[in-house]
Nanobody
Framework: QLQLVESGGGLVQSGGSLRLSCVAS????????IGWFRQAPGKEREGILC????????TYADSVKGRFTIIKDNAKNTVYLQMNNLKREDTAVYYC?????WGQGTQVTVSS
């Protein structure tokens, strides 16, 4: 059974960068779609990035396009979310997802 664990969240100033990690165990991430989601206080969880199965395409939410990138390391069975030029509105709990499995989330807080 696939299990996902996120890490790398923290407090960062506006304009800064963070790299989140999502480590998979129990099964491979290879050949399956992978998504990053986030949930801000008082808001619904939203999808921000999705890497298609086979790594053929990536879909970005408009709010993160040009600033966030998904990086996949098959050897480590890990997916990263590289976040640059962070804004206060990026403050949220970030989750990775694959094959109906969710991680526990990692908090990202962006200060002005």
């Amino acid at each position: 059974q696939l299990q996902l664990v996120e890490s790398g969240g923290g407090l960062v100033q506006s304009g800064g960068s963070l790299r989140l990690s999502c480590v998979a165990s129990g099964s491979t991430l290879d050949h399956y779609a992978i998504g990053w989601f986030r949930q801000a206080p008082g808001k619904e969880r939203e999808g921000i990035l999705c890497l298609s199965d086979g790594d053929t395409s990536t879909t970005y939410a408009d709010s993160v396009k040009g600033r966030f990138t998904i990086i996949k390391d098959n050897a480590k069975n890990t997916v990263y979310l590289q976040m640059n030029n962070l804004k206060r509105e990026d403050t949220a709990v970030y989750y990775c997802w694959s094959r109906n499995a969710w991680g526990q989330g990692t908090q990202v807080t962006v200060s002005s």
